[in-house]
């Protein structure tokens, strides 16, 4: 039987113990955004939120059910568009009334249609996650989370998570100044252990609307022989995790699609052959931002190289710059 714990003993379990507390502490702020992560993939849940964006603001409404393994969701404009996405499982489709066009596409099952961050390992390596304070927010307990770079590749985030549920309320994308170029608001927010099959079908009218498929397929491997692309460099901590061939609208063949992200912020790259019909002059780069969103065109070796993200400018001209033809696509190759 052991003896009596002595005095130096029980000041190193008490040092350790306060150094647990610290450490559980420390990642706190990182828990909450996995379980808000959790929340927003596993609940059922039906709000209105208001999106500043690019200067101007629109009121939305999102409806999320997971029933039997199937996710569905429904983004409606509640404004003046009265665009919707419903989400079925890997099938999105548009209503555009403006352009009175549905456009039936097929979506990657973890790409929800509001994305919030998502914490990893490498996430930390890169950003800076901490609790800040905590405050009420539409009657609820919350935390404020912020998510904060340490280098001028990314934007660093605000979110106010409910206490009670995980849910979060506000969420603002900050540049590298703290100023806000987008907000999310919720307005109302209600889960519930049941949402019917109604509550997602549109409620704009398709009657001489014309649909656009995308060939009802998930993306497809390059062609054998074509050219495979990738980036020299990258930003620190970005890496490919999508290589595929898609056919886009207005294109005349195969779009190379790329996929770069650091965990929680990614930039999309398109490469096409560049065409001689009100075609960008080789070494001629064009840029544009509105709002979070940059994109930063350019020619590379005939083929014209479009990045576009939730980035800094700088990111995504760093990476459309970087990008190179490796070689001819293996047959059937094809990365996640």
Known sequence: MPGPMRSSERLAVLALGCLACGIAWADEPAQWLERM??????????????????????????????????????????????REFIRTGAQLACYLPDKRTVVVEQRPLQEPLVGFPAVSEQTASFYDIREVGRTRLNRRDTHLITVTPKDEFRYGYRLWIDDKTAMPLKTQLCDAQGHVIEQIVFADLTLSSHITDAAFRPDVSTEGFQWVRDGGGPPRAPPPGTLAWGAVRLPPGFRMTVRSAQTLPGSSGPVDHLVFTDGVASVSVFVEIQRTVNATPAGVAESATLGSSSAFSTVVDGHKVTAVGEVPPATVQFIATQVKAEGPAPVGARDH
Do not use: C, P
């Open 37 to 82: 992560n959790q929340a927003l993939t596993t609940r059922n849940y039906d709000g209105t939120f208001s999106h500043w964006h690019g200067g101007k603001v629109e009121m939305l409404r999102i409806i999320h059910r997971v029933q039997d393994g199937t996710v569905s969701e429904r983004l409606a404009s509640l404004d003046g568009s009265g």
